[in-house]
T-cell receptor, first 115, second 110 residues
Framework: NAGVTQTPKFQVLKTGQSMTLQCAQDMNHNSMYWYRQDPGMGLRLIYYSASEGTTDKGEVPNGYNVSRLNKREFSLRLESAAPSQTSVYFC??????????????FGPGTRLTVL | AQRVTQPEKLLSVFKGAPVELKCNYSYSGSPELFWYVQYSRQRLQLLLRHISRESIKGFTADLNKGETSFHLKKPFAQEEDSAMYYCALSLMNRDDKIIFGKGTRLHILP
């Protein structure tokens, strides 16, 4: 099993350009997440999807949109990139182990630079 | 409000010395806590969870509800322990969200 995969690994954009980050998981997990990781800020949740067909905002959703295409795939779109969106983006997935919470499994990350 | 605090951004420890990475949380419910580790240029991976009460790579963490802490400890540091460590708190609701601390970079000195 590949676990959680992300494409691309690296991307450079100019201000105002748009792009979509792709994420897929092969663990049959219901929940998927997008985070951004910035120095000194840790991991901040952008959007999440508790199940196929549902999405909700996290801590820092402005400037982003998401699509839960199916159970496997969860994409993150930047409609008009800004330098403040320069970051490393991680996708993750999890499955609740009732009544406990299952840990999240992370993808390798996408390093995005907006000039 | 739910919050995870890791007071140290950077912790430098000599090889063979004990390690303690601090984590305090704020949550009104029954907490479920994790430690994640990120080695250089690798993805985040789960190190341990309090519910398992296990030792992974020599690390242990005990949940102290009175002090609302979940400190990560290892008696003898190794050079391969150098990494970024994140403490995380599970919000036991339908959304399965986790709140991460800002992380502590552990640097093991030779």
């Amino acid at each position: 099993n590949a676990g959680v995969t992300q494409t691309p690994k690296f991307q450079v954009l100019k201000t105002g350009q748009s792009m979509t980050l792709q994420c897929a998981q092969d663990m049959n997990h219901n929940s998927m997440y997008w985070y951004r990781q910035d120095p000194g800020m840790g991991l901040r949740l952008i959007y999440y999807s508790a199940s196929e067909g549902t999405t909700d905002k996290g801590e820092v959703p402005n400037g982003y949109n998401v699509s839960r295409l199916n159970k496997r795939e969860f994409s993150l779109r930047l409609e008009s990139a800004a330098p403040s969106q320069t970051s490393v983006y991680f996708c993750a997935s999890s499955e609740r182990e009732r009544p406990l919470h299952a840990p999240q499994y992370f993808g390798p990350g996408t390093r995005l630079t907006v000039l | 409000a739910q919050r995870v605090t890791q007071p140290e951004k950077l912790l430098s420890v000599f090889k063979g010395a004990p390690v303690e990475l601090k984590c305090n949380y704020s949550y009104s419910g029954s907490p479920e806590l994790f430690w994640y580790v990120q080695y250089s240029r690798q993805r985040l991976q789960l190190l341990l969870r309090h519910i398992s009460r296990e030792s992974i790579k020599g690390f242990t963490a005990d949940l102290n509800k009175g002090e609302t802490s979940f400190h990560l400890k290892k008696p003898f540091a190794q050079e391969e322990d150098s990494a970024m460590y994140y403490c995380a708190l599970s919000l036991m609701n339908r959304d399965d969200k986790i709140i991460f601390g800002k992380g502590t970079r552990l640097h093991i000195l030779p």
